[in-house]
């Protein structure tokens, strides 16, 4: 007896998760002689002064990268209504709120034993370095959630959810008599606020 339906398709490995163990022992190898030939040239003594800097300067740098995250999210905090001293206008934006993952990226970059990523994490303490690498991420993240989803987070949240007695959350939208999708701004019951669970 057979159906109508084809058998579903095993989706396809992206390149990213074909290339990125090849890419990761390429870079272990490489790490591994440099810090060799490093040590050929210089000593060993050396190598281990260098891994210890690194070490230092990333838990530094992680540790700043930190304190200013907080900082930030301290100040969001107390700007938000009804917090006492908070003010009535927009809420500004927090000051140094911009980088610090890529800059506690940089620290953990410095922490990791080797010359490549040691050299990674230099560069991700350069501020110009940063808002480049900032922007083209913001860039990137935004476009894979348009094509992800064409309409973004406001539609994604417009959809009806109906809860069962068993607890379960189903999805659906609502049908008017003359088969269009009923909108949310639309009908009896538009100014409420939507059901929450």
Known sequence: MTTGTPPPTRPRRSRARTLLPLGLAAWLVLEIWLLTAVADAANGFTVLLILVAGAVLGAAVIKRAGRRAFRALTETLQQMPGQPGASTGPAAAPTESKGNGLLMLGGLLLMIPGMISDVAGLLLLLPPVRSVLGRY?????????????????????????????????????????????????????????????
């Open 137 to 197: 991420a913001e860039r990137s993240l935004d476009r894979r959630m348009r094509r992800a989803a064409p309409g973004g987070f406001s539609d994604a949240f417009q959809q009806a959810r109906i809860h069962r007695p068993d607890g379960k959350v189903v999805q659906g939208e609502v049908i008017r008599e003359d088969g269009a999708p009923a909108r949310s701004d639309e009908g009896p019951g538009a100014d409420r606020p939507p059901l929450t669970g």
